[in-house]
């Protein structure tokens, strides 16, 4: 649109005349005429009086005509310049705030997929530790291992055996951490010995969607970039 498409299109929005659009403005119906069609520009005298006359601003003055048209015919009006000086600073820092964030998502995108597949967060190994009972105070760590080996001619073997069998209570704990070959928790009456059953590799929940919202982050900050790039060009 050119500034005297937008002047029409003001003029058709009060319901006016030209002579009475010309007579509101203060200015001949002649100039005016020229003025919508194109075939003069105002000067900053005539700009002001059109802004008096419509009750607008510089803003809703220029809203709507081609920016080339503006740089090129309206320029030169100290109003049009210092709003055009204002908009592109505007422009720049809103430019600086896309970019920054476009970086800022990309980054926490790689971050979230790097730890995802090396499973820094959560780790993608699993422990199984296994422990057959309770062993009572003043007992040794491994009573459930070894207590065959206290077996002698004076010792019942069976009723030996027998009890040993009744205290067997096992208990599984699956961990994403290593804790050793061995380990002692202590619970009530005693304590329980812990060993590695089992390590298994395999990519924990967590760490796929983890991934999925690293994937998310990266691809939205190259997206900002792009955008960005295409805006800046138009």
Request: aromatic share 10%.
């Amino acid at each position: 649109m050119h500034f005297g498409d937008k002047l029409r299109q003001l003029r058709k929005s009060k319901e006016w005349t030209q002579p009475q659009s010309a007579e509101a403005i203060g200015i001949e119906q002649s100039y005016l005429s020229k003025l919508e069609n194109g075939k003069s520009t105002p000067s900053a005298d005539i700009f002001q009086l059109i802004l008096k006359a419509y009750e607008i601003d510089t803003l809703e003055l220029l809203d709507g005509i081609d920016p080339a048209v503006v740089h090129r015919q309206l320029r030169q009006i100290p109003e049009v310049a210092n709003f055009l000086s204002v908009r592109q600073a505007t422009n720049l820092k809103q430019r600086k705030r896309w970019l920054m964030l476009s970086a800022l998502s990309t980054i926490v995108g790689i971050v979230l997929a790097v730890s995802s597949h090396f499973g820094l967060i959560f780790p993608n190994v699993q422990y199984t530790y296994i422990s057959k009972g309770v062993v009572l105070s003043g007992e040794s760590k491994e009573i459930f291992h070894n207590y065959h080996a206290g077996f002698g001619k004076n010792v019942d073997r069976q009723e030996t055996e027998m009890k040993m069998r009744k205290r067997f209570n096992e208990k599984y704990l699956l961990l994403s951490s290593y804790r050793g070959e061995i380990f002692n928790v202590p619970e009530e009456g005693g304590s329980r010995t812990y060993r590695l059953r089992a390590r298994k590799e395999e990519s924990a929940v967590q760490n796929r969607y983890l991934m999925v919202t690293g994937l998310f982050f990266l691809l939205s900050g190259i997206f900002g970039f792009v955008l960005e790039r295409k805006i800046t060009q138009a």
